[in-house]
């Protein structure tokens, strides 16, 4: 098993302030651990794509953010604050779960005021001014509204509280295609305009790349890779040659995964240029592929 | 979180504010109605029902109405109030919600509780004024105030007591199992298992006076409000007579003319085979030292579920 690669620079990572730190993270429920030795750091201003299939542990790992469980191993820091002094850490970060829960029977005012009443940072002129422009019905109540509605009813209200850190699990899951754009949009104005830290989980590869400038691959309940986004996609390189010399190549790679067909071999490497001789090609891999050849990795093993 | 209570809870508040309303005008309505009827049929023939019908017909009210109040109604509190407060959230999924605002999650769940415990404990109280006349009213049919447990449960501390030891019972559960319908099932189950062991334990919380039957039947008054715990018979060394039969034939015992208890023949008969008649009981000023021992309990228990609500709550999985 090789370790997560975490191309942030350690000195770097060091000085940076961190949104989000994960140490020797494990979470097991009954006898299956869902997370096991998770060591991450969320940039403090970055938007963070949490990458994984289903089961992989991703609403897990939100749902520890968002002090909505206890590790049973590591810790979680919310800048600096760990997850256990709930009180100075819940204020810091707003958490918008994977079915969307709300009251069904609040209207959307009823809604604000909610958040209103729970968190002394609110931001009421804000949830207004957002409700208002994107047209919600502030009586209605929210079993009523649509699927695209209903959640951004529920994103008005996690950035009105005016969050260091938004935690999304799954934002843009069940919604149409043109309710998915509108989100996102909306979403990344506000992000924009605000400066705030954005973890989000998604196993929507092509959705990724236009979104966040950090990526985190987490397969099986572990982190399999960490980084700055163009960082992690410069770095991973497809190489294609021949089997006769495939062994000597990859013997001076990192490789990520080995397939071969007929005579021709295919190395995905990790290197931040591959050194490669005659009769080898070498190209830079998509985010798609990329994701795709280290979630088949795991599973390899 | 006064308006949040308010909108989540409204709904509680408001049929219980009815339940209260419709219990007052009930307990109104039967102690102004009964003494006039009885009063206007006086002990002529009860008109269109027999008098022992309807001797026993108010009686039931009686017990029937304190019951309800003393029983049914922290049951209702525990059940459908304390229960669901925290189960629902979690069962809907809004607990992700609700605990991931500002505000931690035992701090948002005590600050509800006290919200609805405050006129839980009002309704209590101001139920325990309702009975107290309402019992003295009609306590002519009813026996011995002190003595009915029902009674006694609906009055003075007690539904308060009651109350807020349900409501507690509910709000523990729901932490704990975090499912609707089984919270209020064990809810339920604690609390007729509580109530059930202090109805039955009640008599024995203090050691009861023993008095000579001849005194405790003659002293006007005082059977009204005392709990009377046994009725038997002592020879000279002591020992208990469990065979009287030696006296069957005497008489009937005649216990409520007190007047004419001396010359009962059974008591005659007694003292030529040097028995002694005897009674425990608890006299009634002991009212309110019973109803502080109980209250102390149920505010002991309450207490420990409270406890085990708050450790409930910081479980988080």
């Known amino acids: ?301 | 979180m006064v308006w949040i209570t308010w909108r989540q809870h409204r709904a509680f508040i408001l049929f219980g504010l009815g339940l209260f309303a419709l219990g007052g005008i009930l307990l109104f309505w039967s102690a102004s109605d009964a003494p006039r009827y009885l009063a206007a049929s006086g002990n002529g023939p009860c008109p269109g029902r027999d008098c022992a019908w309807f001797a026993n017909f108010l009686q039931g009210l009686v017990r029937g109405g304190a019951g309800l109040v003393s029983y049914v109604g922290p049951l209702i509190v525990g059940a459908v109030l304390g229960a669901p407060l925290v189960a629902r959230e979690v069962e809907r999924g809004t607990h992700r919600v609700a605990w991931t605002q500002s505000v931690s999650r035992n701090r948002w769940l005590w600050t509800k509780v006290g919200l609805l415990g405050l006129p839980v404990a009002v309704a209590g109280l101001v139920t325990a004024q309702m009975v107290a006349p309402w019992f003295s009213t009609v306590k002519g049919m009813s026996g011995r105030p002190f003595q009915d447990v029902g009674y006694f449960n609906a009055t003075g501390v007690l539904p308060v007591a009651f109350l807020v030891f349900a409501l507690i019972v509910g709000v523990f559960f729901s932490a704990a199992i975090r499912r609707a319908i089984p919270a209020m099932g064990a809810t339920v189950a604690v609390l007729a298992l509580t109530f059930g062991v202090l109805t039955e334990t009640r008599d024995s919380l203090m050691k009861p006076v023993t008095v000579p039957g001849r005194e405790y039947y003659s002293t006007a008054g005082s059977p009204v409000n005392t709990i009377w715990v046994a009725d038997y018979v002592r020879d000279a060394a002591g020992r208990r007579v469990t065979n009287t039969s030696a006296c069957d034939g005497a008489a009937v015992v005649v216990q409520e003319r007190a007047a004419t208890w001396d010359a009962s023949p059974t008591e005659e008969c007694y003292a030529k085979h040097g028995w002694q008649n005897l009674v425990d009981y608890h006299p009634a000023d002991r009212y309110w030292r019973f109803q502080l021992i109980t209250a102390g309990i149920l505010a002991g228990l309450t207490g420990l579920f409270a406890v085990g609500a708050v450790l409930a709550m910081r479980r988080r999985d």
């Not at chain 1, 959307?108 to 005021?113: C, P």
């Not at chain 1, 695209?148 to 005016?162: E, S």
């Open chain 1, 1 to 301: 098993m090789t370790s997560p690669a975490n191309l942030a620079a350690a000195p770097q990572a060091a000085q940076q302030p961190a949104a989000l730190r994960v140490t020797g993270l494990g979470k097991r429920f009954r006898r299956t651990w869902a997370l096991r030795d998770c060591d991450l750091v969320v940039p403090a201003g970055s938007v963070t794509a949490l990458v994984g299939p289903n089961g992989a542990g991703k609403s897990t790992l939100l749902q520890l953010a968002a002090c909505l469980m206890r590790p049973t191993t590591g810790s979680v820091e919310i800048f600096g604050t760990p997850t256990d002094a709930i009180d100075a850490a819940l204020p810091r970060i707003a958490f918008l779960p994977q079915d969307k829960a709300v009251y069904r029977r609040f209207t959307v005012a009823e809604t604000l005021r909610f958040g209103r009443e729970l968190n002394p940072g609110w931001d009421d002129e804000f949830a207004h001014a957002r409700v208002a422009e994107l047209g919600l019905p502030l009586d209605q109540r929210l079993g009523r509204l649509s699927g695209g509605q209903r959640t951004q009813v529920a994103l008005t209200v996690a950035l009105g509280k005016r969050p260091d850190l938004l935690l999304l699990d799954e934002p843009l899951a069940d919604l149409d295609p043109v309710a998915r754009v509108d989100v996102a949009a909306s979403l990344m104005t506000s992000v924009l305009e605000t400066g705030l830290t954005v973890l989000y989980s998604s196993h929507l590869v092509a959705e990724l790349a236009r979104a966040c400038d950090h990526l985190v691959v987490l397969n099986d309940g572990r982190v399999q890779l960490s980084g700055d986004l163009d960082e992690v996609i410069s770095q991973h390189w497809r190489l294609t040659g021949s089997v006769d010399t495939v062994d000597e190549v990859a013997a001076r790679h990192e490789v990520v995964s080995r397939t071969s067909a007929g005579r021709q071999a295919t190395l995905v490497v990790r290197a931040p240029r591959p050194e490669i001789g005659a009769g080898w090609e070498a190209e830079l891999l998509g985010l798609e592929d990329l994701v795709i050849a280290l979630l088949r990795k795991k599973t390899e093993h």
